[in-house]
């Protein structure tokens, strides 16, 4: 009995042990919370008003945060955008749905802000917010201003060029830097919005640079690499030599200011953002803007986390931040703050800068469902406007496979393209073994590859899927939704690829496969893109990850355009030769079906095909495409017809057609023709 009392006592001493060691954990983990140990975001209130962050007018200006596990929120003033102390600081109100307001009743216009959030009994750094449209230099203030006051005369009244179909698109992918800063360019605001704004700019030589350039050579959107305000550049530093794509996003709302003429002035990106849009559509070009939702320059102390601490982000099971975009962190598109933050960004964009489409970076982090919503919403503003993305990660996420806009779920997309990178590889080899062939470069076992292409990444009976370098299926529902390339920002350029696979290749070879790689991608159903420059052969002397290489690497060489001018006109006649023959750009994959059926060869470095029966309004009655990778000429048996060479290695014949009546054609080594059957 003593000895069960003992223990009895005992085993209340550890219980009250334990409750009291319990007590002070649980004291030092809410003291110590690390960002990463958080109820379920499902609870949190949502927000359904649209007037987060600031609404300015001169008799009002009101601040609207959601942050609904603060414990304080304050709102500081500024005078200018980058020092000085503060001039008024208030804390805010709770309201609704897990918001905090502060209303002044004067004019505070030209004055600039930031955001203040207790958490844990801690004040974090201050922050311009997530929805912040104007800032100071460096984007770490936001801006007081009057929109109406940054738009161009005669903003109100420019148009959209027409578009009637997706397929009718053809993207050239630009950097704002990269095609104005070489000396030679003869633009004078190199590496500004303006620079992209400027009409009759010419090299020393009399090619046309810039806008110019782009009407020159015929495409219809103009794609832009990241021009929001991102972190990795020092704006109050400009005159340094400094470089970086920007996929480090800062501020999503807001142009970057290391592009604009004042970085100091809130009010100067804007206006001159806005000036290069109204350019590029005065002269016929829509404008595509990349952007990146995935994943924040920084993940600590970026804006969201600086707001709702870990809320806008995935995170592992242990708590640590999961990183599908191999740049530290990915965003939560599926939570309900993450995905209304996105649409309103992406509705902003299109309503006050005019753009007419976005191209997703790493598309397949944000999940199907935002994906469609978002879709949805922006082509309820504008029909036309045109969505594409990465249909991949960089990395694992925590996120169910199956509920991301993953390339092979692009049929589950609604009006949303993916890039093909069975296609890219299938041309010029693998992006990640440098000296991997493709098709036009010596490996004829991507013939395959390149027919999955050619039919837009829909389903064709005659494409052998098992035989395809990374799918296995048809992933688009109709070929708008396959983006067809062979180069881009990322990787080698094309011309550097080539050099490195094959080293003994002749210059002249070299050339030849560089222009049967486009030939392919312009020929090919779907949509076609470009690498700014690569229709003048450009190079990045052999670098492959440029991101923030000098622009020694990164420009766009304007003196190569006269060097290479023979393949800058063979590019402007593929471009010529898609619009002119609709059958190039079938609207639906039953007309593909339909219409175009692969020819029967017996080289392995040929891919033919005819289009055929197409319509009984057009002069002739149907085309025959053959690409010969070989390294000799192939004569090729055509079916009983009488036929013109339309085009060839030159180019567009304009010389006089040469007509073939025979029924076998040869078609030179490494090199494409184009023949049309005529009527009689």
Known sequence: MPQNLNQSAVAKKHLTYLFILSFIMLNISCKQRSPFDFD?????????????????????????????????????????????????????????????????????????????????????????????????????????????????????????????NYTDIILYEVQIRDISIHPQSGIRYKGKFLGLAEEGTTTPLGEKTGIDHLKELGITHVHLLPAFDFRSIDETKLDENHYNWGYDPQNYNVPEGSFSTDPYDPKTRIREFKEMVAALHRNGLRVILDVVYNHTGDTEY????????????????????????????????????????????????????????????????????TMNIISNELHAIEPTL????????AGDSPFPEDKLAL??????????????????????????????????????????????GVVGATEHHQVNYSKVNYSRAPWAGEPYQCINYVSCHDNHTLFDKLCITNPEATNNDLIKMHKLANTIVMTSQGVPFLHAGVDFVRTKQRVE?????????????????YTYRKVFDYYRDLITLRKQYPVFKMTN????????????????GIV??????????????????????????????????????IFNSDGLNRSGYRIINNNLVNVAAISAIVLEEINE
């Open 589 to 604: 994959t039953e007309l593909i079906n339909k219409h175009l059926n692969f020819l029967y060869t017996n080289h392995p």
């Open 302 to 369: 970026s804006n969201f986390n600086l707001l709702v601490p870990g809320y806008y982000y995935r995170h592992n099971t242990d708590g640590s931040w999961s990183n599908a975009s191999g740049c530290g962190n990915e965003t939560a598109s599926e939570r309900s703050m993450m995905r209304k933050f996105m649409i309103e960004s992406l509705k902003y964009w299109v309503d006050e800068y005019k753009i007419d489409g976005f191209r997703f970076d790493l598309m397949g982090i944000h999940d199907i469902e």
């Open 545 to 561: 990850n440029s991101y923030q290489s000098p622009d020694s690497i990164n420009q766009i060489d304007w003196i190569r355009k």
């Open 40 to 164: 379920d975001y499902s609870s949190y209130p949502v927000y359904n008003g649209d007037d987060l962050e600031m609404i300015y007018t001169p008799s009002e200006t009101q601040f609207r945060v959601w942050a609904p596990t603060a414990e304080a929120v304050k709102v500081k003033i500024y005078e200018n955008g980058i020092d000085g102390e503060t001039v008024i600081e208030k804390k805010m109100k709770k309201s609704l749905q897990g918001t905090w307001i502060i209303r002044f009743e004067k004019d505070m216009k030209d004055l600039f802000y930031t955001f203040q959030i207790k958490y844990n009994d801690e004040w974090l750094k201050e922050t311009p917010g997530i929805y912040a449209k104007a800032v100071g230099v460096n984007g770490k203030r936001a801006a007081i201003i009057d929109l109406k006051e940054t738009n161009p005369v005669g903003w109100d009244t420019i148009e959209r060029p027409k578009l009637d």
């Open 386 to 393: 045109f969505l594409y993305g990465e249909g991949w990660k």
């Open 608 to 645: 033919a095909f005819r289009i055929n029966d197409f319509t009984e309004a057009e002069k002739w009655k149907s085309l025959i495409v053959v690409y010969n990778a070989s390294q000799q000429s192939q004569s090729i048996k055509l079916p009983v017809a009488k036929w013109l060479e």
């Open 407 to 452: 390339k092979q779920f692009t049929y589950k997309l609604d009006k949303i393209a993916a890039f093909s990178d069975d296609l890219r590889d299938g041309i010029k080899g693998s992006w990640s073994d440098h000296k991997g062939k493709g098709f036009v470069n010596g490996n004829f076992e991507m013939a395959e590859s390149v027919k999955f």
